[in-house]
């Protein structure tokens, strides 16, 4: 660490001083325990930092095992939080003394990291003063908030001249301070009509007034700005952190990583993205090979909302489950106008990061084991915080119900890593995607796929034979001729019947089962095996012909296959995965699950445990060992807008079996260093976990 004497001394000088050896304080991997603090604050709040104590602020982090903080250089209001000397006027007029430059000191001084935040398309300053600066849509209209709503929320574009603006002002921050890392914020594709954007548009030879043409070039602009970006920043500071923020990483983050440094997950559970958004989102942003990390936040709710906490069990899980996941940890919190740190928020995250120190030596170097390869329909169908692809949220919830260990993949992922992959309702496979499923089903990998995919766009033909399928009809159609294959109709008009057999019924009376959303028409190919007939209902449910409160009760005759299987592939004709997302029917649980157990009979965790428990396997290569995470909080639903973690539940006596790839030497729970007694089943290492306090963490040592 430098001295603090000699650290300010390269704050105020920057460059023209020799700079201390340890001012990025360099790490090849992010901090465990970070902490992003908000300060988008008013210029209608007086005193602002008045009552900032440098030395309560880093002491307080300290004793709450934080090592890394995010803080303010320019907010949403546009205000700037250090003495500018490029854009004087923006300081935050009420600013008594500048807060960014002593809070990096004193958290230097005590070896904390403090990236920078610098806002890019929300500036509430810039807007109200620069409206050509605006992105626009095709009518014209300011993108964001309109003039009598409160908000900071119109949205700027940086095809006009505010990226110089912006350059100017990250090239005085990394100036002025020893800069760990920029998290620059708001940074999101726009299908922008601006003067700017149309410009660009036609001397490129584009049409502006074509939508789809204005998405894409939206795309392409924010993917050059952050290269741009990234290049202009490492002319200056080759290796601080670098992170632009847009509320999900997805697939269209795969062809602009190399701008990154690393991955922030925004995801906070208790805010717009619920529960089921951080695994989803990270099991796809862990395979593309940068360091990443989620955030949460203390709030009760979300981003702004002061004064307010989060349950202790709840924060706990958010973060535990992040470690399970082989990622890093951010809390998000707030700091108050005047520059205060709230000693109570600390108690809670410092409860929590205590935990997770205790906790690290299991996880630094971890990475996730997986066998099972879920394509994202977020690649062909969009996707958004909020509109996550219904049927990989489906995917998601049985397989983390079903113990099993999965990432999130497109079509540019490596299948070779995975004994399995699953196709959920909305895949279409081009002529390129067909062979490369081909090869991994030739290379001894298997298949599971639903509904429409594997087809053509257009859903009028498999693009493979590996599913032993073959489209018939459309199906029926609505009184307005529209296909009604695949839509969830709120009395299920057109449902129709599965009636399990044999072991893809295991578990289920031999008996139909409702599925509610009606499949696609298909016919089984002779050289394959119809796992499960669909039985037809008397007739669908219009103004002509309707029964009872709902659906149609089946006729009992046969109308087609259900469930095929050739070879190591099983298909599915209904949407089962975003069948299982509308309403959880347990059948459709159990049906995917017995296919797994069909393709997949020996997985690489099995356990005894509820539904509720969460199964996450990670190795330390370097160790010699892999670390299983065992995580049971259950939320709840106990109000209308949000779910609820208050309690622990503990388990007891789960007995748990790990596939392990050589002889176990020890298994141990960890920290405790408490030893379990094991032994060999078959190809598995069995063993019971006593006691599992929401969260349990078993090593297993080899060799
Ligand atoms: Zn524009």
């Known amino acids: 660490m430098p001295s603090p004497q000699r650290l300010a001394t390269t704050i105020r000088r920057g460059k023209t001083q020799n700079k201390p050896k340890a001012h990025t304080l360099k790490e090849t991997e992010l901090r465990f325990r970070q902490v992003h603090l908000d300060f988008h604050t008013s210029e209608s709040i007086q005193s602002v930092g008045s009552n900032f104590d440098p030395e309560q602020f880093a002491e307080t982090l300290v004793k709450a095992n934080v090592n890394s903080i995010t803080c303010f250089g320019r907010c949403h209001h546009g205000w700037i939080y250090f003495d500018s000397k490029a854009f004087p006027e923006r ?20 070896g904390i990291r403090v990236p920078i935040y610098l806002t890019v398309q929300w500036d509430h300053y810039t807007a109200t003063r ?63 009509a601006c003067r700017y954007c149309r410009e660009k548009m036609l001397a490129a030879g584009l049409e502006p007034s074509n939508e789809n043409v204005r998405k894409r070039f939206g795309l392409e602009t924010i993917n050059e700005f952050k290269h741009e970006m990234t290049r202009f920043v490492r002319e200056r500071n080759p290796d601080c952190t670098i992170f632009y923020n847009a509320g999900q990483v997805g697939p269209r983050h795969r062809p602009v990583k190399t701008a990154y ?36 936040g203390k ?115 490596d299948f ?97 089962h409702a ?66 997302n509308d309403s959880a029917p347990r059948w459709c649980k159990l049906l995917v699950l017995n296919a797994l157990d069909l393709l997949l009979p020996e997985p690489l965790v099995k356990h005894n445990g509820p539904s509720t428990l969460q199964v996450a396997l990670t190795q330390q290569e370097t160790h010699g060992r892999w670390i299983l995470h065992l995580l049971h909080f259950i939320p709840e639903r106990r109000s209308e807008e949000l779910d609820v973690i208050e309690d622990v539940i503990p388990l007891f006596k789960v007995k748990v079996g790990i596939k392990a790839p050589q002889l176990v030497r020890d298994v141990i729970v960890v920290p405790e260093e408490t030893p379990l007694a094991f032994r060999a089943e078959g190809s598995y290492v069995v063993f019971e976990v006593d006691r599992i306090d929401g969260h349990a963490m078993v090593s297993l040592t080899f060799g």
């Open 91 to 110: 300081r935050h007029p009420h600013l008594q003394k500048e807060l960014l430059p002593r809070q990096i000191e004193a958290c230097h001084r005590l």
């Open 130 to 192: 620069r409206s050509e600066w605006l992105a626009q849509d095709a009518a014209g209209r300011v993108i964001g908030t309109p003039p009598f709503e409160a908000g900071f929320y119109k949205t700027l574009c940086v095809n006009t001249p505010y990226r110089e603006f912006l350059k100017q002002h990250t090239a005085e921050v990394l100036e002025i301070f020893p800069t760990d890392g920029l998290f620059f914020d708001i940074v999101f594709p726009i299908a922008c």
């Open 261 to 296: 440094s690393h991955f922030e997950l925004e995801t906070l559970p208790s805010g717009e993205w619920g529960y089921l958004h951080f695994p989803v989102t990270v099991r796809y942003a862990r395979t593309l090979g940068l360091d990443y990390l989620g955030q949460t």
């Open 299 to 413: 709030f009760h709710t979300s981003w702004g909302d002061f004064h307010s906490f989060k349950n202790l069990p709840a924060l706990r899980f958010e973060c535990l489950r992040m470690l399970a996941h082989g990622a890093k940890c951010l809390i998000g919190d707030q700091l108050a106008p005047s520059g205060r740190i709230d000693p109570t928020v600390y108690d809670l995250v410092g409860e929590v990061y205590g935990e997770i120190a205790r906790k690290e030596p299991w996880c630094a170097g971890a990475r996730p084991v997986t066998e099972i390869g879920v394509l994202t329909p977020e690649e062909f169908t969009g996707g958004a915080v909020g509109a996550l692809p219904e049927a990989l949220k489906g995917a998601t919830r049985i397989l983390e119900q079903g113990g099993h260990q999965f990432d999130v993949l497109d079509s540019g992922s």
């Open 416 to 512: 070779s890593l995975y004994r399995l992959l699953i196709l959920p309702d909305h895949i279409p496979v081009s002529g390129e995607l067909a062979q490369k499923l081909e090869q991994h089903v030739a290379d001894g990998g298997g298949a599971i796929a639903s509904f429409a995919s594997g087809m053509d766009q257009a859903q009028t033909r498999f693009t493979t034979n590996l599913f032993g399928a073959t489209v018939v009809n459309s199906g029926p159609l609505d009184l307005n001729g529209n296909p009604v294959r695949g839509h969830a109709f709120k009395r299920h008009d057109y449902c129709e019947y599965l009636l399990p057999k044999g072991a893809i019924g295991r578990g289920l009376p031999q008996t139909e």
């Open 515 to 580: 599925m509610y959303r009606k499949g696609m028409a298909i016919k089984a190919d002779g050289n394959a095996e119809v796992l499960a007939p669909i039985l037809g209902s008397f007739f669908d449910r219009t103004y002509r012909h309707f029964c009872s409160h709902r659906q149609t009760p089946s006729s009992g005759l046969e109308i087609q296959a259900g469930i095929v299987r050739k070879g190591r592939c099983i298909y599915f004709s209904s949407p089962i995965f975003s069948q299982y």
